[in-house]
């Protein structure tokens, strides 16, 4: 089996602030932030030729850290891996030949070029003849649909319009595997249906194509990704296809309920029978929306309790099939908002 | 990879590509700066009054020597005029030595388009790059490191011309300075060899700037003032050397950006070797051309390694992304 | 007033830490007075090969008007970049300038604020480079006891001109792109050549001069180097003016500026604003 992403026990710490003489003494929490971090400790993953892979976890789960050692950008610290068969530490040149990377939120660019030229420049660096380059960025803008704007200065790009602008430059250089870090941040629904959808026919249409991908959307790495790892704290925690991993916790039983905006969440760990919960609120509205996670249905009623104790009126309450998200708040025992 | 297609990694591949990555990083130097009218205004007319200041200096001080030889009594140099002859000849020689130093600050002026040129867009660009995002995609490019700073050096000299070349003629045409090129090719060679050791120096400065954050910027901003006096943009380098003491030492230390050798062989090609008496040179021009070359070579290869090395150490210690440090 | 007050300590807070904290404390300080000394020595070395070559008995009181000058000029060229220099930094390279400009307070305040930091830096590099050039290179600098009340407003009043000005390249630079360098250089370069800071402006034509009149740095220029350098030989051409009458013109001029620079200020803002240019980014 050849692996386009194959990683083995890889960890990265970054070291911690240095303490200045000048600067007053921190305090005991503050000591512990200026102290080394772990982003990765201990990722073993392995991610097949021609497969859409996702990688879930909440802020700070080290997502971007392993895209950053994957892309050549950073070194680990201990571990190995290994992109596209050669390791990200010995070898990167062959690497670079076969990746590109886009993040969400990215502002590379000049912002005296045009769009057009900005992504012909980044294509040069990959080698790409002109004349080549310049017809892939005219299909690719006309599919991703900024043709309008091919000849607008970056500096003009709405923010959607930039991350198209940045999408089309990882596609242009013609990569094997692509490492996409929340590609549809802050976009609108369309622009992100069309991203989406590119990408899957991208990895889906033809050979020897992979992609990674992370997300805080939920709905959109079940949609997309053939496996996904999700990630906490610098672990993976499971690792498999969305169906596989729904499955995982089907033997568990998922409650919803709408209730008036609640106070104190702290007692529903404490209740037999409750595996995890999350909770959001919509202040618009004055309401919490809590999801539980129950070995079985038997916790319910002392959960209806709780909340009517708090003088907290329930507006629904509704068993569902579990979705990812309830396969994440299992796991890592929060949600991603 | 089983199914994708095994790159090509053969010599003229890699020559191509890192070709085309120096037009590509030159581009938005050239075509960019170029496109936004105000940059005319700002980085080609401005600096001239700068340059414009230092001339009105000499001026002022071969008003101030003039007067004194005109005075009552009249003084050649520490004594009174013997002769009307003595002080016309005081005369000529402050007249020559004020145009002849005119002339050096208008070479001097161009010279420093050309060295703020390579602080300020080579040495901490990839500063810049880092915090506008860039950085990491080019670092994530199979191209050379040193393409990358190749094309950044390449744009930079074509944009940086425009001021350099209105230097030149604002001091051709408004403080007359008049120029006598004897051996134009050995100009153009001595021209060429300075710029490119200049930006090798550029290209290692870069490098070592890679590691920082604002200490790259503010080591930038040291670097203006000390290395003016130093290589002498604005006057003879060899002027040092009539101070007993210190001066030579300054020289020596200055000597080693290639602006000041540089700047001392072009003097002495278009103001001809016997101005200032030909006792201000440093050396003849056939040997500051042949230092020249060496300080590009040298300064070229210690960019490659430097770059290497700390591209390696910023992915350890996670700098290379990090942004306003 | 308390958020004039609040806002004005907290860009200061702001600036100080983006001036110095990007190093250690006594390195910060030894660039703080390098930069100066060395910018005084480009001069100091000027003057030594013209003397070397043309004059070897030297000519004191020009070097000495040239070396006051060029100590005072550190003002002008710190104060101005320290203050149009909050707006191209904060657009282009921390990208913060939306956000601040959106809130409700005193952009003016908030600019006055970021450069307060530099402005107490040159103060001391005025300082240092004035000690130096008495101790080591022969500067002769008197200060009449009586001459001090009339030094501070004046150097106030130089001080205040230079923060307009600022501000006014500041509402310029709101619609340019990104020329920090070609600014710090070149605005300088203009009050360098026009306002008599190295040498008389009769060394200018006469077109020049009249350039130099209208401003009222030359006016500062004028009365400082009268106060600290009485007894110069060198021909300044406002020589027929007493002391008080350069005040009088450094305030009239002063006035002018002012009014002239807010109104530049907020030409640049409207502008910037009606192209959207408040936040652009324009690297190249």
């Known amino acids: ?21 000048w600067r007053r003494k921190p305090t005991p929490d503050e000591e512990e932030s200026l102290g080394p971090v772990t982003a990765l400790d201990g990722v073993s993953l392995q991610i097949r030729e021609g497969e859409l892979f996702g990688l879930l976890g909440p802020n700070g789960a080290g997502k971007t850290t392993l895209i950053k050692i994957l892309a050549t950008l950073l070194l680990p610290t201990s571990g190995q891996a290994l992109v596209a068969g050669h390791d990200v530490t010995k ?81 242009v250089t ?101 595996k995890n919960f999350s909770h959001k609120d919509d202040i618009s509205k004055n309401r919490s929306h809590l999801t539980f996670i129950l070995e079985d249905e038997g916790p319910v009623a002392e959960i209806l309790s709780s909340i009517t104790s708090q003088g907290a009126k329930v507006h629904s309450l509704q068993k569902s099939e579990p979705t990812l998200e309830d396969v994440f708040i299992s796991m890592v025992g929060r949600g991603l908002d | 990879m089983s199914v994708a297609t095994d790159r090509r990694t053969d010599l003229k591949y890699r020559v191509g590509l890192n070709l085309r990555a120096v037009v590509g990083r030159s581009y938005p130097r050239i075509v960019g700066a170029n496109r936004e009218p105000s940059w005319i205004f700002f980085e080609a007319f401005l600096p001239l009054l700068g340059i414009a200041a230092y001339v009105f200096i000499y001026q002022f001080f071969g008003l101030q020597a003039t007067a004194a030889i005109l005075g009552n009594p009249p003084m050649c140099g520490d004594h009174v005029c013997a002769s009307v002859a003595e002080q016309n000849q005081y005369l000529a020689a402050v007249n020559a030595n004020t145009n002849a130093l005119i002339a050096s600050v208008v070479l001097g002026g ?102 920082w954050g604002r200490e790259a910027w503010n080591l930038s901003a040291l670097m203006e003032e000390p290395i003016f006096f130093s290589s002498g943009f604005y006057f003879p380098l060899g002027g040092l050397f009539r101070i007993p003491g210190w001066g030579p030492a300054v020289a020596i230390a200055g000597s080693f950006i290639p602006a000041s050798i540089g700047l001392d062989a072009l003097r002495q090609l278009t103001l001809g070797s016997t101005a200032f008496g030909g006792s201000l040179w440093i050396f003849n021009v056939t040997t500051e051309l042949e230092i020249l070359v060496g300080m590009a070579v040298l300064f070229l290869i210690l960019a490659r390694y430097c770059l290497a090395y700390l591209e390696t150490l910023a992915k350890r210690e996670g700098k290379l992304t990090s942004r306003h440090q | 007033m308390s958020t004039y007050w609040r806002t004005f300590k907290t860009a200061a807070w702001l600036g100080w830490e983006m001036d110095s904290n990007w190093t250690e404390p006594w390195l910060f300080v030894l660039y703080s007075v390098i930069k100066p000394v060395a910018g005084a020595f480009i001069l100091v070395l000027m003057y030594i090969v013209f003397v070397a070559i043309g004059r070897p008995q030297g000519d004191p009181d020009a070097f000495s008007y040239m070396y006051v000058g060029n100590s005072f000029f550190i003002f002008v060229a710190s104060v101005l970049f320290g203050t149009f220099q909050v707006i191209q930094s904060d657009r282009e390279w921390y990208q913060t300038i939306r956000y601040v400009y959106i809130s409700p307070i005193s952009y003016y305040v908030y600019i006055l604020g970021r450069a307060a930091s530099k402005i107490a830096v040159s103060v001391f590099a005025v300082a240092i480079t004035l000690v130096f050039g008495v101790m080591f290179l022969g500067v002769r600098l008197h200060l009449a006891l009586t001459d001090v009340p009339l030094f501070l407003v004046s150097t106030a009043l130089g001080l205040s001109v230079l923060l307009a000005i600022g501000i006014c390249l500041g509402g310029i630079s709101f619609l340019t792109a990104k020329h920090t360098h070609g600014l710090a ?19 200018l034509p006469n077109w020049g001069q009249a350039v130099g009149r209208a401003i009222p740095l030359t006016y500062w220029f004028d009365i400082t180097r009268r106060l600290l350098t009485e007894g110069s030989t060198v021909n300044t051409t406002l020589g027929g003016y007493d002391a008080p009458t350069i005040l009088l013109f450094l305030v009239v001029s002063s006035v002018g500026f002012f009014g002239l620079s807010v109104l530049i200020y907020k030409i640049g803002e409207y502008f910037a604003r009606k192209a959207g240019k408040i936040d652009m980014t324009t690297s190249y």
Not at chain 1, 8 to 18: I, Y
Not at chain 1, 95 to 106: D, H, K, L, P, T
Not at chain 1, 141 to 152: N, P, S, T
């Open chain 2, 110 to 211: 161009t010279m420093v388009a050309f060295w703020l040129n390579v602080l300020w867009s080579m040495a901490s660009q990839l500063y810049w790059e880092k915090e506008i995002g860039n950085l990491q995609l080019y670092m994530m490019a199979p191209m050379n490191r040193m393409a990358l700073l190749g094309g950044m050096a390449v744009g930079g000299m074509v944009m940086t011309s425009m001021r350099a070349v209105s230097t030149l003629v604002a001091g051709i045409f408004v403080f007359g300075v008049i120029f006598q090129v004897a051996n134009p090719l050995l100009l153009l060679a001595v021209f060429f060899a300075t710029l490119i050791a200049l930006y090798g120096l550029g290209m290692m400065f870069a490098s070592l700037y890679l590691l």
């Open chain 1, 91 to 171: 070898d990167p040149f062959p690497i670079r030949q076969r990746i590109n990377m886009v993040s969400g939120g990215e502002t590379s660019g000049y912002g005296l070029l045009t769009a057009r030229e900005n992504i012909w420049m980044f294509s040069q660096f990959y080698g790409v003849p002109s004349k080549v380059s310049k017809a892939r960025i005219d299909e690719l803008m006309h599919i991703f649909g900024l043709w309008d704007k091919r000849d607008a200065k970056v500096r003009m790009l709405s923010t959607g319009q930039r991350q198209k602008m940045n999408m089309i430059r990882g596609f």
């Open chain 1, 174 to 274: 013609g990569p094997d595997i692509l490492f996409l870090d929340e590609p549809t941040l802050g976009l609108d629904v369309n622009a992100a249906r069309v991203i989406r959808e590119y990408v899957m026919n991208w990895v889906r249409g033809q050979a020897g194509k992979t992609v990674l991908l992370t997300s805080h959307y939920m709905a959109e790495a079940d949609q997309m990704c053939d496996r996904i790892a999700i990630i906490d704290k610098g672990r993976i925690l499971a690792c498999d296809t969305p169906a596989n991993l729904k499955r995982m916790i089907r033997t568990e039983t998922t409650f919803q309920l709408e209730v008036d905006t609640i106070r104190d969440t702290t007692s529903f760990m404490g209740l037999q029978g409750v």
């Open chain 3, 185 to 203: 250089e070149g605005i300088p370069g203009l009050f360098y050549v026009f306002c008599g800071v190295l040498f008389p402006l009769s060394v």
């Open chain 1, 1 to 21: 089996m050849s692996y386009a992403v194959e990683t083995r026990d890889l960890t990265r710490v970054f070291s911690g602030k240095k303490k200045r003489w």
